[in-house]
Nanobody, 124 residues
Framework: QVQLVESGGGLVQAGGSLRLSCAAS????????MGWFRQAPGKEREFVATIIWSGRSTYYTDPVKGRFTISRDNAKNTVYLQMNSLKPEDTATYYCAAARGKGLYTLPQQYGYWGRGTQVTVSS
């Protein structure tokens, strides 16, 4: 079992920044690729970003490229999502997820463990 707890969400004005954190416990953190997903009201959960076990490779959905940065600290069992130049359309609940393996994963079904989410609201 892997337990994931997100933090860092909140209310921010358009153009502002937030940094999400996800603390993992329960298994060897470096055995897992990590991902961030988001879900807005009335919409399906969508992929945001993923990072491989070593942190050396990342992948983003197009709408956040150049604005969001995913990173991880394996010594602290934590993955981060730095979000800059936030837009109202970024408003959603953001979820951290873990996928056992050495690749980059973009599909929700590839992830076996999920956090409970943290709310991000961007006002215009």
């Amino acid at each position: 079992q892997v337990q994931l707890v997100e933090s860092g969400g909140g209310l921010v004005q358009a153009g502002g920044s937030l940094r999400l954190s996800c603390a993992a416990s329960g298994r060897t953190f470096s055995d897992y690729a990590m991902g961030w997903f988001r879900q807005a009201p009335g919409k399906e959960r969508e992929f945001v970003a993923t990072i491989i076990w070593s942190g050396r490779s990342t992948y983003y959905t197009d709408p956040v490229k150049g604005r969001f940065t995913i990173s991880r600290d394996n010594a602290k069992n934590t993955v981060y999502l730095q979000m800059n130049s936030l837009k109202p359309e970024d408003t959603a609940t953001y979820y951290c997820a873990a996928a056992r393996g050495k690749g980059l994963y973009t599909l929700p079904q590839q992830y076996g463990y999920w956090g409970r989410g943290t709310q991000v609201t961007v006002s215009s």
